[in-house]
């Protein structure tokens, strides 16, 4: 999945299986490898079986969709490819050459039902925006005492953990899940203007979003993962759409200090003493 | 003639009464049955549960970042 994966309070063996989980999905889902289930539904299209790991991300990915009101979407496979990310990120660089056309989100071109899958119109579908966290608590549901797992910075965890924040900080995750997404570590040029992997659905192009990097504290690492892309995507309405679903929301744009919406506020600031 | 010029009014008035006075026929027109949008805005919003945080009390073990 091109990131590091730090597994907390596994035996040997749920480390093996844990391993095995993340090279399996990083196989199927997998938007580079000639031999991924992902490139081979894309390249296929029209109606297909698809494998049971399959449907069930797809389901998510449709689920992400329904509840973020379409910003988190699956089917904007070809607008990151058309932005420029079409190959393994180490083997991205910037180019003279415009990006290619915008591709906006397509969810109606998608029908799944049970695993057979119907993909309309050239659609493709990029299902990295829920695989990585679903993995996350799926790893997480293979051990069997406390601890935590985190890919990426992604994670969630049995058992409280203090984890830090991106610039500066920390916060102790008592349950649940912690996601950042952001735009400042994987971006691109094309004929001189910026790129990065977080696409408006909208638009089909890189979000324009004054953040960086939004952090949201879910009680799965899949909720907190979506949240957090839909808030980043949402810009100045993000930590009011957080809060209206009492998610805590930790804020960072250039320049600024970090914004935290009412919710991580509650939850980490010291609380005055009642007045008695 | 005269004989299927009756049955055929017959037929005629029978299935137009039928239409407006039969119990099981709606009398109006069809509705899906899709809850309230408010109700399913509702549903939506409750899905994404928040997790607990807490201030930090130890050097973190972890980091959370973008990747």
């Not at chain 1, 999945?1 to 093996?16: F, I, K, Q, R």
């Not at chain 1, 050239?122 to 829920?130: H, I, P, Q, W, Y």
């Not at chain 2, 037929?11 to 109700?39: M, N």
Request: proline fraction near 6%.
């Amino acid at each position: 999945m091109g990131c590091e994966v730090v597994v907390a309070g596994a035996t040997g063996d749920e480390l093996s299986r844990v391993r095995r989980l993340f090279e399996e999905r990083d196989r199927v889902f997998s938007r580079f490898r000639a031999d991924s289930e992902l490139r081979r539904v894309n390249a296929t299209g029209g109606s297909m079986v698809v494998s049971a790991l399959f449907a069930r991300s797809l389901e998510q990915g449709l689920w992400a969709s329904e509840i973020t009101g379409g910003l988190v979407d699956p089917t904007l496979g070809a607008a990151i490819e058309a932005a420029g990310y079409d190959r393994d990120f180490a083997a991205v660089a910037s180019s003279p050459e415009p990006a290619g056309p915008a591709q906006p989100a397509r969810p109606e071109a998608v029908s799944l039902l049970g695993r057979v899958l119907l993909l309309r119109g050239g659609v493709k579908l990029d299902l990295n925006g829920v695989v990585k966290a679903a993995a996350v608590d799926d790893g997480l549901q293979l051990l069997a005492g406390p601890g935590f797992v985190s890919a990426g910075g992604d994670l969630a965890t049995r058992g409280e953990v203090d984890v830090a924040l991106p610039g500066g900080a920390a916060v102790r995750l008592v349950s649940g899940g912690l996601a950042t997404s952001g735009r400042t570590k994987r971006r691109w040029l094309r004929a001189g203007y910026g790129q990065h992997h977080l696409i408006d659905p909208a638009t089909g192009r890189p979000s324009t979003t004054p953040w960086e990097e939004v952090t949201v504290c879910g009680a799965s690492c899949l909720v907190a993962d979506v949240a957090a892309k839909a808030a980043f995507l949402l810009g100045d309405d993000g930590p009011s759409w957080l809060d209206e679903r009492g998610l805590p929301g930790r804020f960072v744009a250039a320049g600024r200090r970090p914004h935290l919406n009412l919710s991580w506020r509650a939850s980490v600031e010291p609380r005055e003493p009642a007045c008695t | 003639m005269v004989l299927a010029a009756v049955a055929a009014l017959t037929f005629t008035a029978s299935a137009a009464l039928a239409k407006v006075a039969f119990p099981g026929h709606s009398k109006r027109p069809i509705r899906a049955l899709t809850p309230p949008a408010r109700f399913l805005e509702t549903v939506r919003r409750d899905e994404l549960q928040s997790g607990v945080l807490a201030p930090a009390q130890a050097d973190p073990a972890t980091a959370t970042a973008q990747t």
